[in-house]
């Protein structure tokens, strides 16, 4: 876009003209100014850039142009190297169009005719040849990208003072008390208006202070500087952090506590502390990069998978420690670009920069704070409506006063000031105010108890809460685990051992070798390779015979005694120690704590003398490098130079490490035990995964049967399994990880008691009364979910529980992401393509095989007899026609051999627990219908990796629940992101991961959470209510007084905003929040029945009870009709007058009666008697009002500008405030809810009577000839349409051509009645 000058021309002579209102509104809406003064440009001449984000709002930013010279690849990176424009990778860009919005930087592509985000930039060098990255940036090239992406800092602009209060001062809300105020100016109430001023300018100023101090706490997290070293034309130079750029390669050092940037760790291994990223304090190792992570990365994205962020290092992350162990993927070559250390590890640990400033990962998290994303809660949506109502009434009023004024006679000033000032009492300035009261009260009192929250509005959306889905290790149960023991494997007689419950002991029986001198030392020491003799690289694991019978006696090419199961405790994890401690995953911590050996990793300075006397001996081999890590048991001794044959050493040495893949659901090592010549690969994982990768005859018979013993009690089982592996060092450094997890000897489990926090059971107990559903979402076993699950009564005792299996062809394998079938999308349960049938699930109950579920409405059936033929639930087709023919059996046998369980049906106690597996099969391939069924029984979801756990969350949302997500925050980001309401138990303030966290470790804080959403929701409505109706009573009093040309007066004006509606509108906002959830939920609808007719309600009755005064008044003792002193003063209102009088007294007992009657105690607040505030202030003004009612001093009577009334009448008024109160508490409390349900068929029946007895309208009844019996038909098709929604579909085509109900609107309640017969039908109740 460019300015017009002509339109620019107009647009400011309009200003001018409008005494400022056009440039106003434009401010207000940008697009009329967008569409007066600019006009459409060619992108790549266009001087300013309006952006139009997701949510609609508009924004024009300018585009600046400066001289670049670089290549177009230079500038895009990896971009130009895809599609047709790549022939253009080459040519010299001259001048560099960008802009910034919102800290994004954007460039302009001058083939593509676009401008790109430069988030995404990724240099082609990365993936072309990864090896040169460890070479830095040339100066030249240091120039050119300092012109694209700045400097690595992020710079939050401190708006003038000036310009915040000019920002401040033209919001509309503002604008509207300032024309107010010049309003009443006008019309005399100079002490109302000043008063209002000086309120707005408090909060004015209060705003900028706010603003000011928010924006510079926000300017001290994101600012860091450090200096820092950077590798520049081949030669290390100190530089500061603000000049790091994308590729630059820097020093990794320990005095760098805090990271500047988001890199990729290249040599070294470092600890780091990411709370302030997922909220998770357990610090995180990270190891140097592969070349084909570079491959993977999607730098447009703010975070990246587990596979990707173990190699990155965040910005704003502590560094905990740094060690300069591990080489790159460089090797050699890397080596030698230093002075050559002679000990083959690196000189330093380095790391190459990936994004820098508000491309980060902490400039997400800064983005997110400053910009907000806007709410969408349908309770703001509807008071801008209401708004909207208010607005109309008030323009009603407007042409009605003027109506009367002219009837009146009255001066054109007075008319306007009048007409006007109508419009300020229907649509009160304080309005919006008053709707955050009750949010802010929330946030000051979850934050007493250690739950911070970075936005806001979510406060209210946990009033809304439906739906709560937990993790289960770290959130319903204890973080730490207890080992409980280890079971191993007698090989001969293919069977467990018993359980042994001290793993230090299964050392006793092994016999300590000696160890050579050529064998590694304990640290720093180096790893003799050089062992040859070896002829393959398997030792003979190839030959095994996969397919021989379990029961026969094996026939092994290795021993298993090779392995040892205690060796795989000690050495198959992520351990590390800092400082003396063991810091990492709290399962591996405890599994190593269980063998009783010691962790030694090598040190920088230790290893270079170690290394110094080797060389001196003259043994150091050709290839030797040396061993990050060692364990070994405590009695053992360690090895040394000058005693190499000592008989008390027992080392082992962790040579590499394939960190834990949630998608596999398995880590590996490979390690080396001192004296031995071979390796060892130990891998432990879930039972089910590890299994896969084992030779048959290694798994014991009772496999199945003893983890089911573990599972069914809620112990955690890690299965272990290993091989012994012969491969040279340089060979083991490129070796793949699928070559490691394979040709396994099954060793045994290890299993882990993980106890559940004492709170959990309590607060699931008090969200099931609440009839607030409670999922489990976990990467653990199905069955010791559903064991933990009934532990903490999440799964009542009588409650069934089915469990899926995914029956599939033999050559559809699970996926290496995340175990789903191949299988393309389909429309049926049952997967088909061209090839036919590939997979089906069969539901069973965990603890009957003879109670199964219809595979597609998850109807329980009965079996008659026990399936005989296994094979109708057994992996052996290996066709689509096979695999059709199995499903046609089951489903034949289903219909045959079982029965429907009409007790089950009819109470409705059977959940489902859906594997990992099997949800990421029903998304793929499943109908909606049968994914909602499942989704509205299913209370265990085990097995889940991340992105399916924020997939479940979207599920729930997509078919109408409110739903929370409560987590650690580790691997449950996406997750809390997704949720409607994200917990995460932290000990973070805040973090991008969610947007409450709390301190505690337990789950009681979902119960605050949900107690003060619901009275902050309640508040916001009662608040509304009330300046809603307050506005109302005082447009009521107006309206009357119009009649005969008068109004209220200045101070009673003052004294009604100021001494009684502010107090009460404040206090009413510090009810507390009650201590136990109702089980029905807070309305969010402000247009909703129940709301419109308790507000409509009371203002009849207000507008009444004033209507009778201003009609008593007039006949009471002493009364005079309203007189002007001066009859030619047509240009002002009279203010003393008997009606003035009597409806002002009235009417103060009106806003003080319906700020009590709005005032909601139980069951969202505690009683307002417990708010001493409200009752002090409530109490104050009453007993002023009736003073001032009764007994006025002369004072009173002149500042309130009131006349005499009699004795009689004032009682009269007394005696009409208490009816007024009693029938508003009686209307709020019993009529108005008996009345909301039936609101739609009262109002039929009132326009009814209206039109047939008001207006005389007749109707014409057209003879049921003409009909003929068509209307008979329709009945019937009707009710045959309504019957076929409740009808279960038993046969193979579950399609049906009428449209079944969406399971959103099953889930909204609806009470249409179709909906109402499948919830029964299903056995659901009508909360779930």
Not at 1213 to 1221: C, D, P, Q, R
Request: charged fraction near 20%; charge should be neutral.
């Amino acid at each position: 876009m460019s300015y017009s000058l002509l339109g620019l021309l107009m647009y400011r002579l309009m200003g001018i003209l409008t005494l400022g209102i056009m440039p106003l509104l434009c401010r207000w809406v940008p697009r009329w100014r967008i569409w007066w003064t600019m006009r459409a440009e060619r992108l790549g001449d266009a001087e300013f850039a309006v952006v139009t984000d997701e949510f609609g709002a508009v924004t024009v930013e300018r585009v600046q142009r400066r001289p670049y010279g670089g290549t177009l690849e230079s500038v895009f990176g990896s971009l130009t190297r895809k599609g047709p424009l790549c022939k253009h990778n080459d040519d010299i860009v001259h001048c560099l169009a960008t802009f910034a919005h919102r800290y994004y930087g954007f460039v302009y592509h001058p083939y593509l005719e676009k401008f790109l985000p430069n988030t995404c930039w990724r240099d082609s060098a990365w993936t072309r040849a990864p090896l040169s990255m460890r070479s830095g940036l040339s100066c030249s090239v240091q120039e050119l990208r300092q012109t694209i992406f700045g400097a690595n800092d992020m710079h939050i602009a401190e708006k003038p003072l000036l310009r915040l209060l000019f920002d401040e001062v033209l919001n509309p809300f503002y604008m509207f008390q300032a024309g107010s105020v010049v309003l009443w100016c006008f019309d005399d109430y100079y002490y109302y208006a000043a008063c209002i001023l000086l309120i707005s300018v408090a909060g004015i100023a209060e705003t900028l202070v706010e603003t000011r101090r928010n924006t510079r706490k926000i300017q001290e997290m994101a600012r860091f500087t450090c200096a820092v070293r950077v590798l520049r034309d081949g030669a290390w130079r100190d530089s500061r952090a603000e000049d790091m750029l994308p590729g630059d390669v820097f020093e990794v050092v320990p005095s760098m506590h805090i990271l500047p940037c988001d890199a990729v760790l290249l040599e070294g291994d470092c600890i780091v502390n990411e709370s302030m990223l997922t909220g998770e304090s357990v610090p995180v190792a990270k190891v140097p990069v592969a070349p084909v992570v570079f491959g993977k990365m999607r730098l447009a994205s703010s975070t990246f998978g587990a596979d990707i962020a173990k190699h990155v290092l965040f910005a704003g992350t502590r560094l905990v420690r740094v060690k300069k162990t591990s080489l790159g993927f460089g090797g050699s070559r890397w080596l030698d670009l230093e002075q050559h250390t002679g000990r083959g590890t690196p000189a330093r640990a380095t790391a190459m920069v990936l994004r820098t400033g508000f491309n980060t990962t902490k400039g997400a998290l800064v983005r997110s704070i400053l910009f907000p994303r806007p709410n969408k809660f349908k309770f703001y949506e509807d008071s801008f409506r209401f708004i909207g109502v208010l607005a109309a009434i008030a323009v009603v009023g407007f042409l009605a006063s003027i109506g009367n004024f002219l009837r009146l006679g009255l001066t054109p000033h007075i008319i306007t000031v009048r007409a006007l000032d109508l419009i300020t009492v229907v649509v009160p300035p304080a309005l919006p105010a008053t709707m955050s009261i009750g949010v802010s009260f929330a946030l000051s009192r979850l934050r007493k108890r250690q739950i911070y929250c970075i936005s806001p509005t979510r406060i209210n959306v946990c009033g809304k809460l439906n739906v709560v889905v937990f993790d289960k290790t770290g959130t319903l149960t204890e973080e730490g685990m207890a080992v409980l023991g280890v079971q191993t494997v007698d090989y001969d007689a293919c069977m467990f051992n018993e359980l042994q419950e001290d793993p230090s002991a299964l050392l006793e029986n092994a016999a300590a070798p000696s160890a050579p001198s050529s064998a590694f030392s304990s640290v720093g020491s180096n790893y003799g390779t050089g062992l040859g003799g070896f002829g393959t690289g398997f030792g003979g694991l190839a030959s095994l015979d996969r397919s021989s019978s379990m029961t026969a006696t094996p026939q092994r090419a290795t021993d298993p005694s090779k392995l040892r199961v205690l060796h795989g405790l000690a050495t198959c994890h992520t351990v590390k120690q800092v400082d003396g401690e063991l810091v990492g995953d709290p399962l591996d911590i405890k599994m190593f704590e269980s063998t009783g050996w010691v962790l030694e990793e090598s040190d920088d300075n230790v290893m270079g003398v170690a290394n110094h006397a080797i060389a001196a001996t003259g043994q150091r081999s050709r290839a030797a490098m040396p061993v990050p890590a060692v364990v070994r048991p405590p009695q053992s001794g360690r090895f040394s130079l000058s005693a190499p044959t000592s008989d008390n050493v027992y080392e082992l040495g962790i040579i590499r490490t394939f960190d834990f893949s949630a998608a596999l659901r398995r880590q590996s090592v490979v390690a080396k035990r001192l004296g031995a010549r071979y390796n060892e690969v130990y891998v432990k994982g879930a039972p089910e995964a590890i299994r896969e990768l084992c030779f048959s005859d290694t798994i014991p018979r009772d496999f199945d049967r003893t983890l089911l013993g573990f599972t069914n009690h809620g112990y955690r089982v890690i299965a272990l399994a290993g091989k012994p592996l012969k491969m040279s060092w340089p060979k083991l450094q490129r070796l793949k990880r699928d070559a490691v997890e394979q040709d396994l000897v099954f060793l045994g489990f290890v299993v882990f008691e993980n106890k559940l926090k004492p709170t959990s059971a309590p607060v699931l107990d008090e969200l099931r009364g609440a009839k607030i559903r409670q999922l489990m979402c976990t990467g653990d076993n199905v069955l010791t979910a559903i064991s933990v699950g009934r532990e903490c009564r999440m799964v009542p005792d009588d409650m069934r529980v089915y469990v899926p299996r995914l029956v599939r062809r033999k050559e559809t394998v699970p996926g290496a992401a995340n175990g789903a079938v191949n299988a393309p999308t389909a429309q049926t349960t049952t997967s088909s393509d061209s090839d036919g049938v590939r997979a089906m699930v069969v539901w069973e109950d965990a603890d009957d095989e003879m109670r199964v579920l219809d595979p597609y409405t998850l109807e329980p059936r009965i079996a008659t007899s026990p399936p005989r033929d296994r094979l109708v639930t057994s992996d052996e087709a290996t066709t689509g026609e096979e695999m059709a023919q199995q499903q046609q059996q089951y489903l034949s046998w289903l219909h045959n051999y079982t029965n429907e369980d009409m007790e089950l049906m009819g109470n409705g106690k059977y959940c489902v627990a859906v594997t990992g597996e099997v949800f990421r099969y029903l998304m793929d391939c499943a109908p909606e219908l049968t994914i909602g069924r499942v989704l509205m029984r299913g209370a265990i979801y085990a097995r889940m990796s991340p992105d399916e756990k924020a997939e479940l969350v979207e599920s729930l949302q997509r078919i109408g629940y409110c739903a929370g997500f409560c987590g650690d925050g580790a691997n449950d980001c996406g997750a809390l992101r997704a949720a409607d309401v994200g917990l995460s138990l932290s000990e973070a303030e805040a973090s991008v991961a969610a947007p409450l966290t709390s301190h505690s470790t337990d789950i009681c804080c979902v119960l605050d959470v949900i107690r003060e959403g619901r009275a902050a929701l309640v508040t916001s409505f009662s608040c509304f209510k009330f300046i809603a109706l307050y506005s109302m009573i005082q447009f009521t009093s107006v309206s009357m007084l119009y009649e005969f040309g008068g109004g209220l007066g200045d101070f009673q004006f003052l004294y009604i905003d100021l001494f009684v509606i502010v107090p009460l509108a404040v206090f009413m906002g510090r009810t507390p929040a009650f201590g136990r959830i109702a089980p029905k939920r807070p309305t969010a609808n402000l247009m909703s029945k129940k709301v419109l007719v308790s507000l409509f309600g009371q203002i009849a009755i207000n507008s009444i009870i004033q209507a009778i005064m201003f009609r008593r008044v007039k006949q009471s003792d002493g009364y005079t009709p309203p007189v002007r002193s001066d009859p030619t003063d047509l240009d002002s209102l009279l203010i003393r007058s008997f009606e003035n009088t009597a409806l002002f007294l009235v009417s103060s007992f009106q806003y003080i009666l319906v700020a009590i009657v709005f005032s909601i105690g139980p069951p969202y607040r505690q009683s307002n008697l417990r708010n001493r505030g409200l009752v002090i202030t409530c109490i104050l003004l009453v007993v002023f009002t009736t003073y001032v009612v009764l007994q006025p001093t002369e004072w009173i009577s002149n500042v309130f500008e009131m006349v005499d009334l009699s004795t009689s009448f004032r009682r009269t008024i007394i005696v009409w405030a208490l009816a007024n109160f009693a029938m508003s508490w009686v209307g709020e409390t019993w009529l108005f809810p008996w009345l909301a349900p039936n609101a739609a068929k009262y109002a039929r029946i009132a326009c009814y009577i209206i039109r047939r007895f008001v207006f005389r309208s007749e109707y014409t009844q057209v003879p049921m000839a003409e009909l003929g019996n068509s209307g008979a038909p329709n009945k019937r098709r009707a009710a045959d349409n309504t019957d076929s929604l409740s009808t279960t579909v038993n046969e193979c085509d579950l399609e049906d051509a009428r449209r079944e109900p969406t399971w959103e609107e099953i889930s909204q309640k609806s009470n249409i009645k179709p909906f109402k017969r499948i919830l029964r039908d299903m056995g659901i109740p009508s909360w779930y």
